[in-house]
């Protein structure tokens, strides 16, 4: 079989397609719904997919919006990892000024209108491949609901769905096109409510016992232990409740913590000393605390051997050209964002809208400050992952300018790429040529060792709406 030929007419197919994928990820740009609420994206790619020939198992680990679409039959068995939940708050249209869709309302901050497209743009002409050149194996798209409250994955792990993958390839919509060789933290997603007794706070404030108080004492608690942490840990808190009126002591009150560290181990640690702070909280007001974890996602582990298979297939992938439209507008959307931040991106290129390729392997080891779900699939099968350009340099995710980015034809541009780059790498494992699969897989093993994946989540913890 003459690889290079085959792969060319992997492109050809994804060229022809193109127009159907940019409209799928326009339409869910246009209609963006929030985690465990995705289910215009979910019911239209998992239709798209149907219509293609896949089987459709809907409904995983509890989640109406989580779904698996599998081709195939036998081993390899290939996956590719999708989201598309969108973000509160980052309603934007396309234009370099800040202007909302919806007042307040969600938007596509973090590009998961492409990630999941490009996933479904990939199998579907992987599909074509191995109906045209009779290949076995199964290949499988997971749509994954969720990502940006950090446990959509874990719930479909915990249902075993990831358990006789060979391996699994995944992109993030970025400002770059890139392998991602870093690592990102776990983290732990907590809630504390505390309970207290009401009074005239006035007449009768001695007979009260304030949740508020206790709520701010752990927060000072927990600020002093920021000095004691390892470098690069992370402690967020907002307080979603802090009592009905000044004039009454909070009966009831909550704080909702993130905390994030290099490792699971790492973060189970922080956990434990911040729960020490909530019951001294409690204590110091004569007030009670229960705790509900949301969610808990492991580090992510890289695999070195996926990710040069990834990256020698980005540079078989049509290289990304823009237009000076898009330019134009693109460095109108920089304009907008502080001078000092876009200074700091840009000290790595001097391209606005990048079109080369990297694959720096000093970053190895090294820690990026964000976590996403991915790093639970990643320590139960073998993952590769990238990034791809599809927003200019300066722009930072979970903005309105991000927002705008995704929904323009430069999103689009970098989404394609996307697709290729996984498609391509699925396409050789597939025929795990130069048995890189193998090696993949033993590259996992020796990062695993002794390291068996457990759920993060407790097992009474279902999968719900995020709590207002």
């Not at 003459?2 to 127009?19: A, E, H, N, P, Y």
């Not at 690592?183 to 508020?212: D, K, N, T, W, Y």
Request: with cysteine; charged share 20%; proline share 4%.
């Amino acid at each position: 079989m003459d690889v290079r030929m085959r792969k060319q007419t992997i492109l050809q197919w994804l060229k022809s397609g193109q127009s159907e994928f940019t409209a799928m990820a326009k339409h869910i740009w246009e209609n963006p719904q929030v985690a465990y609420e995705e289910t215009y994206a979910s019911e239209l790619q998992s239709l798209k997919l149907k219509e293609e020939g896949f089987r459709i198992q809907p409904s995983i680990g509890g989640m109406s919006t989580a779904f698996v679409a599998e081709y195939g039959y036998g081993k390899p068995i290939i996956g590719i990892l999708g989201e598309y939940d969108a973000l509160p708050g980052l309603s934007q249209v396309v234009k370099p000024v800040q202007e909302q869709v919806e007042k307040n309302g969600p938007g596509h901050g973090c590009g998961h209108n492409l990630l999941g497209t490009a996933g479904v743009e990939a199998v579907v002409a992987l599909k074509k491949v191995m109906e045209e050149y009779n290949l076995s194996g199964t290949i499988r798209y997971y749509g994954c609901p969720a990502e940006e409250v950090l446990s959509g994955k874990t719930f479909m792990a915990r249902e075993g769905v990831f358990d006789d993958l060979d391996c699994a390839l995944t992109w993030h919509p970025w400002t770059s096109n890139m392998v991602l060789n870093m690592s990102m933290q776990a983290i732990v997603s907590i809630r504390f409510h505390f309970e207290g007794i009401p009074a005239h706070a006035a007449s009768a404030p001695h007979a009260g016992r304030s949740a508020l108080d206790a709520v701010e004492l752990m927060n000072v608690g927990t600020n002093f232990l920021r000095e004691h942490l390892l470098d690069g840990s992370r402690i967020h808190y907002v307080i979603t409740n802090g009592g009905l009126a000044p004039n009454i002591v909070p009966e009831h009150a909550s704080v909702w913590y993130y905390l994030r560290a290099a490792t699971k181990e790492q973060v189970e640690d922080i956990l434990g000393r911040v729960e020490k702070i909530a019951q001294g909280a409690a204590l110091m007001t004569e007030t009670e605390v229960r705790s509900e974890i949301d969610a808990f996602a492991y580090d992510t582990l890289p695999n070195d051997v996926l990710n040069d298979l990834m990256f020698e297939n980005m540079k078989l992938a049509n290289p990304l050209e823009y237009t000076v439209e898009e330019e134009n507008f693109a460095r109108e959307l920089v304009k907008t964002v502080d001078t000092t931040i876009v200074k700091s991106a840009q000290r790595l290129t001097d391209e606005l809208l990048p079109t080369n390729y990297q694959n720096d392997k000093l970053t190895k080891g090294k820690v990026l400050t964000g976590s996403t779900d991915v790093g639970d699939v990643s320590w139960i099968t073998p993952v590769g992952s990238i990034m791809a350009t599809c927003a200019p340099v300066g722009i930072q995710l979970h903005t309105w300018q991000a927002t705008a980015s995704f929904g323009s034809s430069i999103g689009f541009k970098g989404m394609h790429f996307a697709a290729q780059t996984m498609a391509l790498s699925a396409f050789d494992l597939l025929l795990n040529k130069n048995q890189v699969l193998d090696r993949a897989k033993e590259e996992f093993r020796s990062s695993t060792r002794e390291k068996p994946y457990v759920v993060g989540i407790p097992e009474n913890v279902q999968p719900s709406p995020v709590k207002k």
